[in-house]
């Protein structure tokens, strides 16, 4: 996710089932307002750090990462303790009544998390989301990559992705071409906000050129 580091003026991000592990590269996104990234690889809450620094963060999706820990209490007032202006976190919305308790459940976060040593260009955080990313079931892949792409749609007023589109495919074309295209989507959509008209344009230009070189192929 490094490249978020030259997009400071992304709004949304959705980077769920990505096996991410650190958070560094959003800490310049100021104008991020809504972050999505469950079923991921954060193994803790001092990732909350990078986040901090976000003014117009209000919408932060964080379940089903290690970090979450066995006390959903405790990671939920740690969350909110540390990012107070959220409005929702993992789909459920923020009371006033929380966010005073956090002050005294939460744990404050003041330090980034320390890095693990990296052996053979490999870290273990990195070796275990390689391997705990052929675990997750191609639906649920397809599921979640379908959701949040709909979601970057609709932001952009675009037509969402039929789920039906690709049914027909097998457990491995789902686990990876659909997962990777949706991604994909994602992140083209998302850049789309970065480009002005004559950058738009171009893009048009593009996929009318490859729409009308797939038509006459498939003819």
């Known amino acids: 996710i490094s490249i978020c580091r030259d997009l400071p003026n992304i709004e ?16 310049q ?10 079923k991921n690889n954060i193994t803790s809450l001092d990732e909350l750090f990078y ?39 993992d789909n459920q919305a923020v009371t006033e009544e929380e966010l005073s308790q956090a002050l005294v459940d939460g744990v404050e976060i003041t330090a980034p998390p320390a890095r693990r040593s990296v052996e053979n260009g490999w870290s273990e955080s990195t070796a275990s989301s390689a391997a705990g990313s052929t675990t997750e079931p191609e639906s649920e892949l397809l599921n979640c990559s379908l959701e949040e792409t709909n979601k970057t749609q609709e932001e952009l007023d675009t037509k969402p992705v039929p789920r039906n589109k690709y049914s027909s495919f097998s457990p491995q074309e789902t686990d990876c071409s659909c997962k990777k295209r949706n991604n994909v989507l994602s992140a083209i959509l998302l850049l789309m906000k970065e480009l002005d008209a004559e950058g738009l344009e171009i893009i048009q230009q593009t996929v009318a050129r490859r729409l009308q070189k797939n038509e006459l192929q498939e003819e």
Request: charged residues 20%.
């Open 12 to 27: 949304v991000i959705t980077f769920s089932v990505n096996g991410i592990s650190d958070l560094e590269p959003l800490h």
């Open 29 to 38: 996104c100021q104008n991020l307002s809504e972050l999505y990234l469950r």
């Open 51 to 89: 986040l901090k620094t976000l003014p117009r963060l209000r919408v932060l999706w964080l379940a089903e990462n290690p970090c979450c820990g066995p006390d959903p209490h405790r990671y939920r007032m740690t969350v909110l303790r540390n990012l107070p202006s959220l409005q929702k976190l």
